[in-house]
């Protein structure tokens, strides 16, 4: 397996804490604002965030698992740490399934907790995670793959405030069609759930919600807002334009006087 | 039990001709996995690529008013087929598998047939 090819600016350092980590080799809790990683011997094994739903809303909500096969994975299991164990032994889930939803959840994750600005960052050095191991992926994907998706949403229509802001869906123009997938977003939409309440309700990865939005509002299907248009600046211009001034007269004179003179 | 790693090297070991194949999350436009490619074939360009590709399929079969579902894509290039098969399960609707075959050395009937079942064993 090889990892997605360099961007040409990956050199930029998302987290330069999880870079070390990784050079390091440690193992524990990278603890963030806006959401934690988990480390084990470097690698990223999950991640969670408050922004986005997790794993569980992904398999049952998202992919039609019974939330009681969740449930029961996590009683029987929890403790030892070894629920994604559990749920495939048990035969609620293909291995694959699980390993395809659980990557996807990390990179969704790590995208919120790897956001700018999310504050200062703690190291829990040791601490593990639940779910028990699926799959790793090296810190360093996972910092590409935020940066890719930070310029792919900027890309597809520049206005973070989308992100935030309650969804207002706006009627199609005439011969105008929305997909499957557009269809039900535009539905939960109800002008007061944001893309990532619409993420819980959906059972989808906060992420694809944020670019279907902007997608959407890129089409004129979702109202884009607009911050407050910033005041006028007012630049004051130079007194020679605005105020009328009586003409040097005694300049006038002596360059008439040159002019004559070289005559 | 099989995994993505696994599926994509079966992919490329076992059908004729393979170049190179991926495992792309339709919703964000991310290859899970990819395996072979190497310079002349960047599968992470081509994972994001190709979600464009199926995105503009999907809204042409809602604007014709085709109520079926897209089981695969094929791209024919001058010496290459490129191959897109959408995943069905439960947990994986909106991912796919990419194919890049050599043309001449490729059999492209067998090579739909067992990437079919690459996909249903990942599934399973």
């Known amino acids: 397996m090889t990892t997605p090819a360099t961007a040409p600016n990956a ?15 440690a193992t524990g809790a990278l603890l963030r604002d806006r959401g934690t990683l988990f480390l084990e011997d470097g690698r990223i094994v999950h991640a969670e965030s408050p922004a986005t739903p997790g794993l569980d809303v992904l398999l049952t909500t998202g992919g039609g698992l019974a939330p009681e096969r969740w449930r029961e994975a996590v009683d029987r299991a929890g403790a030892r740490r070894q629920v994604a164990r559990f749920l495939v032994d048990s035969g609620g889930l293909a291995g694959g399934e699980l390993e395809i939803c659980h990557l996807a959840a990390i990179f969704d994750a790590a995208f919120f907790a790897l956001s700018p600005g999310s504050g200062p960052s703690r190291f829990r050095r040791g601490a593990t995670h639940w779910i028990g191991s699926v799959r790793s992926v090296a810190a360093a994907a996972v910092e590409r793959e935020t940066r890719r998706r930070r310029e792919l949403l900027d890309a597809v229509w520049p206005y973070p405030l989308l992100d935030t802001a309650p969804v207002v869906p706006r ?3 005439p011969g105008q069609t929305v997909t499957a997938r557009q269809r039900i977003l535009l539905e939960q939409a109800d002008g007061i759930r944001t ?13 694809h919600t944020l670019l279907d939005v902007r997608r959407l509002a890129a089409a004129g299907l979702v109202e884009t807002p607009h ?8 630049v004051p211009l ?16 002596r360059l008439r006087d040159a002019l004559e003179a070289s005559l | 039990m099989v995994n993505v790693e696994t599926a994509l090297k079966e ?24 395996i072979g490619g190497g310079k002349d074939l960047d599968l992470a360009v081509a994972a994001a690529g190709n979600t464009d ?4 399929k999907v809204r042409t079969m809602e604007l014709l008013g085709l109520k079926d579902e897209i089981e695969d894509i094929l791209i024919t290039l001058g010496s290459q087929y490129h191959l897109i098969r959408l995943m069905k399960g439960r ?24 990437l079919k079942k690459i996909e249903a064993e990942l599934e399973i």
Do not use: C
Request: hydrophobic share 50%.
């Open chain 1, 11 to 25: 050199f930029a350092a998302v987290s330069p804490l999880l870079t070390r980590l990784a050079a390091e080799r």
């Open chain 1, 171 to 173: 009627a199609a123009a």
């Open chain 1, 195 to 207: 893309p990532a309440d619409l993420a819980w309700v959906l059972g989808r990865p906060a992420f």
């Open chain 1, 227 to 234: 911050s407050p248009a910033p005041p006028p600046v007012e």
């Open chain 1, 238 to 253: 130079p007194d020679w334009m605005t105020q009328a001034q009586s003409p040097d007269v005694a300049l006038l004179r």
């Open chain 2, 11 to 34: 992919a490329t070991t076992l059908i004729e001709g393979a170049i190179g194949a991926a495992l792309v999350d339709y919703g964000s436009g991310m290859a899970l996995g990819t």
């Open chain 2, 53 to 56: 590709v199926v995105r503009a």
């Open chain 2, 91 to 114: 947990t994986s609707v909106g991912f796919f598998l990419y194919l890049a075959l050599d043309k001449k050395r490729a059999n492209l009937a067998m090579a739909r047939h067992q």
